[in-house]
C-alpha cells in the first residue's frame, strides 16, 4: 500500500498535510520526507489530517513524534485531525492523545492555532 502525501498553505502560517493510505515502514519515510522540508524551511506549525488514513504502525507514530519535537524546539505545533475510531484508539493507547492535539475537523484544529 502507498501513502499520498498533499501539503497545502492554511490561514495564518499554518500548513495542512493530508495524508492517505497507510501509515507504516515502508511509506513512513515519505511523510518523514515532507515534514522535514516544510521544517527545514522554516515552517512550524501543522494540522496534520489523517481521516484518510486506514493504518499507521509504531514507524508513523515516530515520524509525527519527531516532526512535533522538531517543531517545538521552534515554539511550533502539530495538530492532528483524526475520524477513523481505529487510529484514535491507537493514539489512546499510547498515551500520544497527552502530546498532539486530536480534533475532528480542520476548522476545530485551527482554532486552537489562533
Known sequence: ???KVHVR???GDAYVVELAGEIDVYTSPKVKEAMTELI?????HFIMNLEKVRYIDSTGL???ISALKRV?????SV??????PQ???IFDITGLVKIFGIF???PSAMKELA
Not at 72 to 76: A, L, M, P, Y
Open 1 to 3: 500500500m502507498d501513502i
Open 9 to 11: 498553505k492554511s490561514d
Open 40 to 44: 527545514d524551511q522554516g515552517h512550524y
Open 62 to 64: 515516530g515520524v509525527l
Open 72 to 76: 517545538r524546539e521552534f515554539g511550533g
Open 79 to 84: 495538530s492532528l485531525v483524526c475520524t477513523n
Open 87 to 89: 487510529i484514535k484508539k
Open 104 to 106: 475532528d475537523s480542520e
